[in-house]
């Protein structure tokens, strides 16, 4: 079945650090694939999202591109901010087999000033 | 213009007691999904709702179940609660089944003692 596989955490960086986090799936066909982000005490929201293959998805500075030869979707950012601690979840979701979308087991983020 | 609400935000309880926590959505969206998320951030999908036929039902014991009364609303009936129902609730809803964002209220915390 499918599976999404992220880097365990917790990550912590400096502030300004290069972050990525990396993320692998299984699926089959072409889902699409997205990272959600959830700041303490809140519901998870959208980060950014690819729904094809070398799709680049990008919002507030960070970045993500679907690779499907490698089946990957790792998440970076040049410059992270204090404000971007939070957990991070790599997810997968496609029209077929069951309709469910497939969450990582999430990692955490502690940026340091 | 709370996109999607839950309540209550918090809910503490003992064993053995019945208690709902309610969801409702504003965007038009037509599928509602209930997750469960443990004290490690990881989150499993519980129930699923297509205007208002239920499209996915995890194995999750039969003291959990949802109603929706309308495509604007799931909620979450828990009967006999135990301690190991302790963990943040989420409501989602998406605009169609799979491949779809996903956007998720605040959670309600439930402790049992």
């Known amino acids: 079945g499918n599976s999404v596989t992220q880097m365990e955490g917790p990550v912590t960086l400096s502030e300004e650090a290069f972050l990525t986090i990396n993320c692998t799936y299984t699926a089959t066909g072409y889902p699409s694939l997205f990272w959600y982000v959830q700041y303490p005490g809140e519901g998870l929201q959208l980060l950014l999202k690819?729904?094809?293959?070398?799709d680049k998805g990008s919002n507030k500075g960070f970045e993500a591109t679907y690779r499907k030869e490698t089946t990957s979707f790792h998440l970076e950012k040049g410059s992270v901010q204090v404000s971007d601690s939070a957990v991070y979840f790599c997810?997968?979701?496609?029209?077929?087999?069951?309709?469910?979308?497939?969450f990582g087991a999430g990692t955490r983020l502690f940026v340091k000033a | 213009d709370t996109a999607v609400s839950q309540t209550p935000k918090y809910l503490v309880t003992q064993m053995g007691n019945d208690k709902s926590i309610k969801c409702e959505q504003n965007l038009g969206h037509d599928t509602m999904y209930w997750y469960k998320q443990d004290s490690k951030k990881f989150l499993k999908i519980m129930f699923s709702?297509?205007?208002?036929?239920?499209?996915i039902n995890e194995t999750v014991p039969n003291r959990f179940s949802p109603k929706s009364p309308d495509k604007a609303h799931l909620n979450l009936h828990i009967n006999s609660l135990e301690l190991g129902d302790s963990a943040v609730y989420f409501c989602?809803?998406?605009?169609?089944?799979?491949?779809?964002?996903?956007?998720f209220g605040p959670g309600t915390r439930l402790t049992v003692l």
């Open positions: 989602a809803s998406s605009h169609g089944t799979g491949g779809f964002e996903q956007f």
């Open positions: 690819a729904t094809k293959a070398d």
């Open positions: 709702y297509n205007n208002k036929e239920l499209i």
């Open positions: 997810a997968l979701s496609q029209n077929t087999g069951g309709f469910k979308t497939i």
